[in-house]
């Protein structure tokens, strides 16, 4: 049977033999593989189904896979290139975690999305509504920071503004006996030197501070004193999206991982799985290296809509696989708990 994942691979070799309006339907059908709820394999097999509702799947490229699965392609379907190395799909991730429920049902909240206050389509309110309807009992708003213009990053004044609606969210739930939090949270831009670009004080009402980097991610050097410097910085809980890879598009930075996660563990600070399917970052193989260090885990969708929060299987899954004790994630920590580690690793 021909898995997503092997689909995803051959969609992306089929883009590089392609140009123009294929080329590019075949890179997004690729990158869209990763996300599909269901093996196509099995979609395939009912009848009243057709390829066509699955994302980015238009009729030319429902041929090309009807053709592959009719004639599966006998050559080596491992990742050609290391932009598409270790990733799993949404399809595995939801089969694995299916197999320990309880890593589901226990699971606290998401701790990565965004709004409408920077580049997310919904409200807070509508995002924790549909939070709440996955049994979280919190999420932490990770709206971006004013240095990343181009995802419209908030300023000191626009996240205090976000603070008060949160407050007022946060007393509806409380007012309904409805268990549910909203954290205030940020996903704070950080330069490559590691610094923050909030003033300090705005930071204070925050529940959880994560820190990442979005500039010169395709620096070849070795970026270890960056990453030392991220998670030293005084108003850092979490570093988002560690390596900075996506999907097919960018490898990401490389660093003496140990290193930075021993400096982690050391600080009681938290590394993230972001469990959006094009970044799966960190992936298993350093995911193996920071459960050896026994720092923490933080799990995110980094979700912008709604349906996008479901990822989480993909963190949940990746985190089962490389046995991370649930001890060690911070979305297994109640509220209150995940609170006070908050304040008690920022200054
Ligand atoms: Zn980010």
Known sequence: MLRNIEIAELLARASDEHEGNKQKAARRASRHALAWPTEVADLVSDEDRSLTELSAVGPWVARLIHGWLDAPPTDDLEPQSDLRRDFQTFAQAKERVAGSPEWRTD???????????????LTIQEMAMHAL?????????????????????????????QGAEIDG?????????IDFRVLKSLEMNLSPAGAGDMEPGSLEPLDLVLGSFHSQLRKKEDQTDRYLAGI???????????RGRQWNFRLGLVAEWPKVFEAAAELDKAVEIDAHPNRQDLNRDLLELARDAGVRISIGTDAHYNHELTYVDIGLSAALSVGIPRQRILNYMSADELVEWGRATRR
């Open 107 to 121: 699971l606290q909240g998401d701790l990565q999305m965004h709004s409408v206050y920077s580049d997310g389509s």
């Open 133 to 161: 309807d996955l049994g979280y009992s919190y999420v932490a708003m990770t709206d971006h920071s004013k240095g990343l213009h181009i995802a419209g990053g908030m300023n000191e004044e626009r996240l205090a503004e």
């Open 169 to 177: 969210l946060n007393a509806y739930f409380e007012s309904e006996a």
């Open 232 to 242: 030293r910085n005084p108003d850092v809980n979490v570093l988002g999206h560690p």
